[in-house]
């Protein structure tokens, strides 16, 4: 989503980063004999290491325990206090700490978190309460006036049901533990972890410290979450936002999980597919590919090799890679490397002008609702209509007749073209072979630009000189 926004040559900031405070690190520390810090430091390594392996652009990575963010969660605390929405009672319920969640008793399931099932604690304590159930009709309204706010459709429901049926007070701060923000003016409460973990999105943003960063960046396009935290924000953290005075979010998109060849992923069933690993062993980009293509994004999907290897030799080897091979191939037999000029009367250049004007509106579209497997099924028109067309024109045969030589310029050039556009509709989400696509193309600079003209039939100079390469997708044995 980032890269493609950038190419269409909008400013684009992507966040992303840890949340690390509460007492289940606290918990988890102490079991291992580390402190909290030691701990967050570890973990925070492996995700760095991860999004470089898996070539993530994000343009920051936050850590709750960074300085600017306790000074943000401070500030926010304080503003919703000035509200009015802040205040000081005891908290007697139920806590479960893995999903750092509270729980009515009516709302446990055999005395067990709802969520994830395991045993939740029967808390009580003094705390500091925001006011939630003062948001409920507003939320609720907004939710209904903004059908897109929630997606996907599924987990709007759920999240309209939830806040239909209660919407209570909530817990800020705990007194059992010390690993978090301290509440401003009362350093014997920690600040909970949800009301600390959502502001990080302010904070990177740039607030309270630069206003005019804020009022750029501020409100976020995307937040872009796992399902299993919907709840706090599509609904904490809008009513969170109500209190401060500061506009919500234009989407909160909650993502499904993988299982494995049906089971769930646990380390007990030895079944966790290694994300290092499998880009080691396949490439990083077709196991982009493979993840973004094989299941609608929002729903759960089942994760298996040969799933995996049979898309990647259908799609990326047989289908792509054939193609571009070949293409490039035949300019630099029939045309010593240089792509031909370009005819704009011919029918056959109309034709493809038409399909890619389809294509890049489907593009927008599909990215706009984070569809990306039904964007890439729209980007495989193009290949699939230029994979018919070489079989339909036939340029080996048209080679071998001199009268034909204006025919043949014109298929070179649509097919040369065509690469061009597979090459910028893929960097997105191929980003190292769309690099390659682009140098074999005789396009290094390709790669750097940005404008909805990337996204347009006939963009390609003619005498573009093809250079020769490896196959940039073979086939998996």
Known sequence: MA???????RE?????????????IEKTAIQKGMTPRELVDEVVERFKHLWRVLNISNDDFIRTTEERHARAVVAFFRQ??????????????WYCVPCETFW??????????????RPAERVSEESYFFRMSRYRERLLAYIEEHPDFIQPESKRNEILSFVREELRDLSISRTSFTWGIPVPGDEKHVIYVWFDALVNYLTAAGYPDDPERFARLWPADIHLIGKDILRFHAVYWPTFLFAAGLPLPGKVF???????????MSKSLGNVVDPVAMADEYGVDPFRYFLLREVPFGLDGDFSRQAMKNRLNSELANDLGNLFSRSLAMIRKYR???????????????EFAELA???????????????????LQAIWQLVT?????????APWQLAKDESAAADLDQVLYCLAEVMRLLTVYLLPFMPDKGREMARQLGLPGLVEQRGVELFTWGQLPAATEVVKGKPIFPRLD
């Open 385 to 393: 209509r230029a994979n018919k067309f070489v079989d339909e024109q």
């Open 12 to 24: 684009v900031f992507f966040l992303t980063g840890t949340d690390e405070h509460g007492v289940k």
């Open 104 to 117: 009515t008793a009516k709302q446990l399931a055999d005395g067990n978190c709802p969520e994830c099932g």
């Open 80 to 93: 919703v206090q000035e509200k009015g929405d802040i205040y000081l009672g005891t908290y007697e319920d």
């Open 254 to 264: 909650a993502h499904g999980w993988w299982t494995v060849e049906g089971e769930k």
């Open 3 to 9: 890269r493609y926004q950038r190419l269409r040559g």
């Open 357 to 375: 004007a389809a294509v890049a509106a489907e593009v927008e579209a599909g990215f706009g609702q984070l569809a990306f497997s039904r964007v």
């Open 336 to 350: 010593g490397g240089r792509v031909p000029a370009p005819n704009p009367g011919d029918p056959r250049y109309g």
